[in-house]
């Protein structure tokens, strides 16, 4: 079955960091391109960082840059966010994606809330 499954999400302080996983079964996360996007309440969902499947090059939003680094590891088919100096704005779902050509993968999800 193809999938992406996300895990890493939770409540943090200001200030504070958290890792997000996403999994990759079915396929091999190596010939993707991926990338992390966020959905706020009330508010459209936004692209947060990628990295291109062609040379590897990394894209970061101007609101996390410096704050958020995004990896994979290709041995384990997993892609990681790393984001340190939480903000209250960062709050959202987090969603993981792949894509290559016309296939397109999504995972279903992770909640992130940044508050005291």
């Known amino acids: 079955q193809v999938q992406l499954v996300e895990s890493g999400g939770g409540l943090v302080q200001p200030g504070g960091s958290l890792r997000l996983s996403c999994a990759a079964s079915g396929f091999t996360l190596d010939y993707y391109a991926i990338g992390w996007f966020r959905q706020a309440p009330g508010k459209e969902r936004e692209g947060v960082s990628c990295?291109?499947?062609?040379?590897?090059?990394?894209y970061y939003a101007d609101s996390v840059k410096g704050r958020f680094t995004i990896s994979r590891d290709n041995a384990k088919n997993t892609m990681y966010l790393e984001m340190n100096s939480l903000k209250p704005e960062d709050t959202a779902v987090y969603y993981c994606?792949?894509?290559?050509?016309?296939?397109?993968?999504w995972g279903q999800g992770t909640q992130v809330f940044v508050s005291s």
């Open positions: 990295i291109s499947r062609n040379d590897g090059s990394t």
């Open positions: 994606k792949a894509a290559w050509g016309k296939a397109e993968h």
